[in-house]
């Protein structure tokens, strides 16, 4: 989860380097940060707890820094547990993304010989382990090697040493990239962060340690420490913007860019999804895999393939893929839906299925992710950078990317594109000045609730859950998507008088049953409010969306996001940074 950002090279700006790259990156982390400036006689480190955005200060002169932006795993979110954290001498420092199983044994035996810890991360003792190799003669980088070769789990260090003005670099899954450019030696756990310093990347394999110099980046064979020529490619990250422009957060910039995302889709994905619709084709079971939003557009997916295909495709929540793969094979296809391609229970689950000799494929939208370079066959989102921790551009890519591919198996490309395209001008409708604030006065009126419930059947179920997850992440009310056949089953009993139930009526066959539910919860008291093209006097409040036929749950999205979002404000939460919450799960 963690962001993590290194500098070596030629300005002497670093400090101002560190940060503004840690920025870029807080979307990784953001209960505390951190940063450490070496000079050759001293080591300047300065951390907070908090964002980061918005800290200036200038730091002393120097060519070598690097960062942190920290979620929490071991330890809560203080000063004293903010990274980089230290060796006993002060002169060896370390920045960690991961979680070291082994480290309650690995701490215990460091204080039994002598270590003074001073916080209670499982990241410092990193930065005791280097220091005890170093005192056994060995140089900086095999010290580097072989004190990450005793941490097991999934882990990134950057390891700085003072003394040698250089960093060591080393990784077992999550990730980090190596960025090389005229004035500096660079790395990250994302390429974004890399855009100004760097005009090559190579991705750093998990056998690979690297050491960054003002000469530039050396590589090495971790277990032998024999030096390698991986191969670099050109940082195209340097176009995306990032900006807010004009727009108070990402939230809303990023819900407004969605009719773009999805017109590229059409104009340009074509051919990905031919590929995809090939393998879909061939394949005897099919498999969707994702987490979170990602998990809700797969849900839709099975709908729609059932529908439109009438073909059986299964999904697996990432994190329970495992307990479940027994039954994939050679025949099976694994399509891995992600925006980050870095969510480490997506790779696991991809991983398992490459044991398992299945075909692999991504829907996905970091073109540098991890994913993406472990599948044969992937269609990128094309939604350009989601800053905010909430998903929302990158579902209803995927929602379009689902229902193009379903049409390309059937052999019917431009029915799926006028569906979509249909979908993308009732987005824009519902996106209307007028219509927003509609849905914001809606969600004034429930941002006190303590519960609220969302139904919908079918496809629409999915829709519920998604709608549910925007709502709770970022406003914390309590919200659940239910299928609405199943609220008689144990949620009814929850109803109380005045409960906000968002209910999602489309114009198919779905609507006559959904109603009846609705009615049922106004019955006990609960308020109501309708989403659909046609208002029903089962409902106390009406959002009016256009009907896009198969493609409508695309458009039911954005009614979701916009209530979560109001009432994030209403009670006063940051939209893009939801507390507890990180936007790359890169731990399990
Ligand atoms: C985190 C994010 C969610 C996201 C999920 C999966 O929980 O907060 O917004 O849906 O990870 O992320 P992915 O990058 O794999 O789509």
Same mark, same amino acid.
């Given at each position: 989860?963690?962001?993590?950002?290194?500098?070596?090279?030629?300005?002497?700006? %670093?400090?101002?380097?560190?940060?503004?790259?840690?920025?870029?990156?807080?979307?990784?982390?953001?209960?505390?940060?951190?940063?450490?400036?070496?000079?050759?006689?001293?080591?300047?480190?300065?951390?907070?707890?908090?964002?980061?955005?918005?800290?200036?200060?200038?730091?002393?002169?120097?060519?070598?820094?690097?960062?942190?932006?920290?979620?929490?795993?071991?330890?809560?979110?203080?000063?004293?547990?903010?990274?980089?954290?230290?060796?006993?001498?002060?002169?060896?420092?370390?920045?960690?993304?991961?979680? $070291?199983?082994?480290?309650?044994?690995?701490?215990?035996?460091?204080?039994?010989?002598?270590?003074?810890?001073?916080?209670?991360?499982?990241?410092?003792?990193?930065?005791?382990?280097?220091?005890?190799?170093?005192?056994?003669?060995?140089?900086?980088?095999?010290?580097?090697?072989?004190?990450?070769?005793?941490?097991?789990?999934?882990?990134?260090?950057?390891?700085?040493?003072?003394?040698?003005?250089?960093?060591?670099?080393?990784?077992?899954?999550?990730?980090?990239?190596?960025?090389?450019?005229?004035?500096?030696?660079?790395?990250?756990?994302?390429?974004?962060?890399?855009?100004?310093?760097?005009?090559?990347?190579?991705?750093?394999?998990?056998?690979?340690?690297?050491?960054?110099?003002?000469?530039?980046?050396?590589?090495?064979?971790?277990?032998?420490?024999?030096?390698?020529?991986?191969?670099?490619?050109?940082?195209?990250?340097?176009?995306?913007?990032?900006?807010?422009?004009?727009?108070?957060?990402?939230?809303?910039?990023?819900?407004?860019?969605?009719?773009?995302?999805?017109?590229?889709?059409?104009?340009?994905?074509?051919?990905?999804?031919?590929?995809?619709?090939?393998?879909?084709?061939?394949?005897?079971?099919?498999?969707?895999?994702?987490?979170?939003? &990602?998990?809700?557009?797969?849900?839709?997916?099975?709908?729609?393939?059932?529908?439109?295909?009438?073909?059986?495709?299964?999904?697996?929540?990432?994190?329970?893929?495992?307990?479940?793969?027994?039954?994939?094979?050679?025949?099976?296809?694994?399509?891995?839906?992600?925006?980050?391609?870095?969510?480490?229970?997506?790779?696991?689950?991809?991983?398992?299925?490459?044991?398992?000799?299945?075909?692999?494929?991504? $829907?996905?939208?970091?073109?540098?992710?991890?994913?993406?370079?472990?599948?044969?066959?992937?269609?990128?989102?094309?939604?350009?950078?989601?800053?905010?921790?909430?998903?929302?551009?990158?579902?209803?890519?995927?929602?379009?990317?689902?229902?193009?591919?379903?049409?390309? %198996?059937?052999?019917?490309?431009?029915?799926? &594109?006028?569906?979509?395209?249909?979908?993308?001008?009732?987005?824009?409708?519902?996106?209307?000045?007028?219509?927003? &604030?509609?849905?914001?006065?809606?969600?004034?009126?429930?941002?006190?609730?303590?519960?609220?419930?969302?139904?919908?059947?079918?496809?629409?179920?999915?829709?519920?859950?998604?709608?549910?997850?925007?709502?709770?992440?970022?406003?914390?009310?309590?919200?659940?998507?239910?299928?609405?056949?199943?609220?008689?089953?144990?949620?009814?009993?929850? $109803?109380?008088?005045?409960?906000?139930?968002?209910?999602?009526?489309?114009?198919?066959?779905?609507?006559?049953?959904?109603?009846?539910?609705?009615?049922?919860?106004?019955?006990?008291?609960?308020?109501?409010?309708?989403?659909?093209?046609?208002?029903?006097?089962?409902?106390?409040?009406? $959002?009016?969306?256009?009907?896009?036929?198969?493609?409508?749950?695309?458009?039911?999205?954005?009614?979701?996001?916009?209530?979560?979002?109001?009432?994030?404000? &209403?009670?006063?939460?940051?939209?893009?940074?939801?507390?507890?919450?990180?936007?790359?799960?890169?731990?399990?």
């Amino acid at each position: 989860m963690c962001g993590v950002f290194g500098y070596v090279g030629q300005s002497t700006d %670093v400090g101002d380097a560190v940060v503004t790259a840690l920025k870029t990156l807080e979307y990784r982390g953001y209960d505390s940060w951190g940063i450490a400036v070496s000079t050759p006689d001293r080591l300047i480190i300065d951390k907070s707890v908090g964002r980061i955005n918005g800290h200036h200060r200038a730091y002393p002169e120097g060519c070598i820094g690097f960062g942190h932006t920290r979620w929490a795993t071991h330890g809560g979110a203080t000063r004293a547990n903010a990274h980089p954290h230290r060796d006993c001498s002060g002169s060896i420092a370390v920045v960690h993304n991961g979680i $070291i199983e082994n480290h309650t044994a690995l701490r215990a035996a460091l204080i039994a010989r002598g270590h003074q810890f001073t916080s209670e991360t499982d990241s410092e003792i990193v930065a005791h382990l280097v220091e005890e190799q170093l005192a056994t003669g060995e140089s900086f980088a095999s010290a580097v090697a072989d004190s990450f070769d005793r941490l097991h789990g999934y882990n990134a260090i950057v390891v700085m040493d003072r003394v040698g003005q250089q960093l060591a670099a080393t990784k077992c899954v999550s990730p980090l990239v190596i960025g090389q450019g005229a004035l500096a030696s660079t790395i990250a756990s994302d390429s974004i962060a890399l855009r100004g310093h760097a005009d090559q990347l190579v991705f750093l394999e998990d056998h690979h340690l690297a050491v960054l110099t003002k000469n530039g980046t050396d590589f090495y064979e971790r277990s032998t420490m024999k030096p390698l020529s991986p191969c670099a490619i050109p940082n195209n990250n340097r176009q995306e913007s990032i900006e807010l422009g004009d727009y108070p957060d990402f939230l809303s910039k990023e819900v407004s860019e969605q009719p773009g995302t999805l017109r590229r889709l059409i104009d340009e994905a074509h051919q990905e999804i031919t590929e995809l619709a090939v393998k879909l084709r061939a394949a005897k079971r099919v498999v969707l895999v994702g987490s979170g939003t &990602a998990g809700n557009a797969a849900i839709a997916g099975t709908y729609v393939f059932s529908q439109l295909c009438r073909r059986d495709v299964s999904f697996f929540p990432a994190s329970e893929f495992r307990y479940r793969s027994a039954i994939l094979d050679s025949e099976s296809l694994v399509i891995a839906l992600s925006q980050s391609g870095e969510t480490v229970d997506v790779l696991d689950a991809m991983t398992d299925a490459r044991a398992r000799g299945s075909q692999l494929a991504a $829907i996905v939208n970091s073109p540098n992710s991890t994913l993406n370079r472990f599948v044969e066959t992937s269609v990128m989102l094309r939604a350009g950078v989601e800053q905010c921790v909430l998903a929302t551009k990158s579902y209803t890519a995927m929602l379009a990317v689902l229902l193009l591919t379903a049409y390309e %198996v059937r052999e019917e490309w431009d029915r799926g &594109a006028a569906a979509v395209g249909r979908a993308t001008e009732a987005v824009e409708h519902v996106l209307d000045r007028e219509r927003q &604030a509609h849905m914001f006065q809606i969600a004034r009126d429930f941002a006190d609730a303590g519960n609220l419930f969302v139904i919908g059947r079918g496809v629409h179920y999915a829709s519920a859950l998604e709608a549910a997850l925007k709502i709770k992440e970022v406003s914390y009310i309590h919200a659940e998507g239910f299928a609405a056949g199943e609220l008689k089953h144990g949620v009814i009993a929850l $109803i109380e008088p005045g409960t906000p139930c968002l209910v999602f009526a489309p114009q198919d066959g779905t609507r006559t049953d959904v109603l009846t539910g609705a009615s049922e919860l106004r019955s006990r008291g609960a308020k109501i409010i309708g989403v659909g093209s046609v208002d029903d006097e089962a409902f106390n409040e009406f $959002i009016y969306i256009q009907d896009a036929g198969v493609a409508t749950p695309i458009v039911e999205a954005v009614p979701g996001q916009l209530l979560g979002y109001a009432a994030a404000l &209403a009670r006063g939460n940051d939209p893009d940074r939801p507390r507890n919450l990180a936007k790359s799960v890169t731990v399990k």
